[in-house]
């Protein structure tokens, strides 16, 4: 019997998985999702059901995974590669779950029996998105266009609908409530370091700080020039644009990060006066002095205060060849 048939049986099915041995259940998860959403049965809401309770009960294991990763950076290439897989199947498969059900919402939304849960299933898809981009930033992929216009998408339907401020628990363990807003502008701000330049660590310790502090983050409709210094078109597949000249395009939002700029000021001086790292959102892995180095130059960037020189021009595609020679010293 398919274990995701029901409530009934997921439930027990997901009580009998291995207990000492993360990887192999969740890889029984992920094999389970990948059959989920390949049957193409309709999305109604017994089988949303049955996917919530899935993410609701698998996220201990999946965090577990991720815990693993980053804290074994030497890991043996094989290690390392069997890891990243099995991470980013769950994201991937939930996710994609949760935006099936969310298209077939919108394709029908007066027909729908799921709209109660619309505003925590967007909420956990914007999430999921975000988490695949952060976890290919680790691999330094090229990020497909689909994945942003997804989750333009999906912020467009909390604001068509009047709920991307609504505050909401994820997850029963959440500590806290987000936003799809928050959660959204979580994503956006991290594009910004995904070019390469941080290790997975660095990366995932400026994500904790986002997911701590994205609520300090606004998303105007109207470009005002001391208030703005990026901006979103949402009808683009790209990340967080740095804003070159003004734009009155009903498509583009621009944030306001001000707030967010001067949260992470406070915490930067609460630090140098011998503050608990953790008391300041800033996560129990942060350690001196390179978590103080990475926060300024968070900040930097946050408040506009680097790249006052960078080129105001378009830029032009130029044809060329590129030598690449590796072990050189």
Known sequence: ?????DLKTVTRWMQELPAGDVYSAQEKVVENLIQFNR???????????????IDE????????????????????????????????AYYWEVTRGYHTFLMDFVSNPGGSKIQSSVPLITARAIQGFGDILKWRYFRYEVIDEKLWLRMHNLYRI????????????????????????GKYAQALLLSRFGNGTLAPRQLD?????LDNWSDQVRLDTQYAEQAHLYYIDTTKGTGLQRIVRPSKETTHRFLFVKDLAK???????????????????????????????????????????VGQDRRRSER??????????????
């Open 158 to 181: 909390a604001e068509f609908d009047h709920f991307e401020r609504n505050a909401i628990r994820l997850y029963k363990h959440s500590t806290k409530a987000n936003t799809c807003l």
């Open 263 to 305: 949260r992470a000021e406070s915490a930067i001086s609460a630090i140098k006066s011998g503050a608990n790292p953790s008391s300041l959102g800033l996560g129990e892995d942060f350690r001196m002095p390179d978590g103080l180095t990475l926060l300024e130059r968070v900040l930097e960037e946050w408040s506009g205060s």
């Open 205 to 209: 310790m400026v994500d904790t700080w």
């Open 1 to 5: 019997q398919d274990p995701l048939t």
């Open 39 to 53: 049957a193409q049965l309709p999305p109604n809401k017994e089988r949303l059901q049955v996917l919530m309770h």
């Open 316 to 329: 032009k595609a130029t044809e060329g060849n590129w030598g690449i020679t590796l072990g050189m010293d």
């Open 57 to 88: 009960n698998a996220r201990d294991m999946q965090h577990s995974l991720c815990a693993q990763y980053l804290r074994n950076p030497r890991m043996s290439k094989a290690m390392e590669s069997k890891l990243w897989l099995a991470i980013h």
